[in-house]
C-alpha cells in the first residue's frame, strides 16, 4: 500500500484540553505506519449544536499513512478509549475527540465510516485550522479549496486562536 495523507481533527473540552490534544498527536505518531508530518495552531472553539458544555481546544493534524482507512480509524478509537473517553450519547462533552475528515482524495461510505467528513465543510472549528494547515487543499466531493469552504460559511460559533507552540513541540517529540 502506498502512502497517503490524511487529516485528523482533534478536539477536547474535558480537563486540560491543551494537554488532552497534544498527548493525542503524540499517540497518533506511535500508531503503526502512521507519521504525523504538520499540525495546525490550536484553537479555542465555542461548542455548536450544545449548550451548558465548556469550550473545545480543536486542531487538525496532517498524517502520512500506509494503512487502509478503516485501520487508522481502529488505531483512533483505541488512543480515545485509551485516554478515557467512553462514547454515550452524540456531541457529549469528552476528553478527546478524534476525527478521519479527509484521506488523500478517497471517498469513503459505509456503516461505520464517512469520507469526507460529512460536517467538514459546516464546521468552522474544523476549516479554520484544515484551512491554516493546507489552505488549496481541493475536498474531493465539493472541489472546493479549504480556504473557500471557510470563506463561504456564514457567522457562526466562535473560533479563536489558542496556542501553537505546545502543539509544534508535540509534532517535533
Known sequence: MGSTI???????NLGD???NCRYAIKKISQLPRCQVAGCSAVFKTEPEGVT???????CV???RVTQSPSQLLKGLRGIESD????????WEARIIDLDILLFGQEVIESDNLIIPHPLLHKRRFVLKPLSQLAPHLVHP???????????????GACVELLNN???????RD
Open 6 to 12: 490524511a487529516y485528523i481533527g482533534i478536539g477536547s
Open 17 to 19: 484540553k491543551l494537554f
Open 52 to 58: 451548558g458544555q465548556g469550550w473545545y481546544a480543536n
Open 61 to 63: 493534524a496532517q498524517v
Open 83 to 90: 485516554m478515557g473517553r467512553v462514547r454515550r450519547k452524540r
Open 141 to 155: 466531493v465539493l472541489k472546493l479549496t479549504m480556504s473557500q469552504l471557510l470563506n463561504k460559511l456564514s457567522r
Open 165 to 171: 507552540a505546545a502543539i509544534e513541540d508535540a509534532v
